[in-house]
């Protein structure tokens, strides 16, 4: 198990949030931030590491535009947008400029995601229409990128280093799987044992 970065109980003195200590909530009272603990390797434990995971990902679709092929090309303004966001929700047990680079690793896997089902639930079913949340410049930006010339040929690329994979069985037991170097499929089979 990994150690916490800080200590379990924050230091208000290490906060140098652009964000007011409290946010008012829609009740018109001021609302008091969630706080977290920050570990070594970059996770989140504690009562609200599940909201930490669900407001990131909420933030990274409200603020980073889904027209960027790649995270790394996402412009630091962008990711400063969903920092601040977050900080305006959460008190971390450590200061900000030291959670930060271990956390925003991954927010690149959220994007990913969100992306991925983006494709899934609208190009791949022909649903022309735009999603809800996203500014129609940058959906046609992200057909455009999907449907490209240079998405066709990483999407070619991607089928030749596909390899195909046996599964010896031996008495109803699946060994780790070899590779074939002789097959020439472009689809992975998998075998799934009950």
């Known amino acids: 198990m990994s150690s916490s970065i800080g200590n379990s109980t924050p230091n208000s003195s290490q906060h140098t949030s652009n964000f007011p200590s409290s946010v008012s909530s829609g009740s018109g009272g001021p609302k008091e931030k969630k706080k977290i603990i920050v570990q070594v390797d970059g996770s989140i434990v504690g009562k609200y590491a599940k909201d930490w995971s669900t407001d990131t990902g909420g933030y990274i679709k409200s603020y980073i535009p889904i027209s960027y092929t790649d995270f790394s090309k996402v412009p630091n303004n ?85 390899v195909c994979w046996s599964f010896p069985i031996v008495s109803d037991v699946v060994h780790m799987p070899k590779r074939n170097t002789r097959c020439k499929k472009k689809t992975l089979k998998y075998l799934f044992r009950g």
């Not at 008190?91 to 690149?108: I, T």
Request: a positive charge; charged letters at 35%; one cysteine or more.
């Open 78 to 162: 962008f990711k400063d947008d969903v920092w601040n966001a977050l900080m305006g929700d959460y008190e971390l047990d450590v200061p900000p400029e030291v959670a930060r680079p271990l956390l925003e690793p991954s927010w690149s896997q959220k994007f990913r995601t969100y992306k991925h089902t983006l494709r899934q639930h609208y190009l791949r079913k022909n649903i022309t229409e735009v999603p809800k949340g996203v500014d129609p410049d940058i959906w046609r930006k992200f057909l455009e990128n999907e449907n490209g010339q240079k998405k066709k040929e990483e999407c070619e690329r991607n089928a030749k280093i596909i």
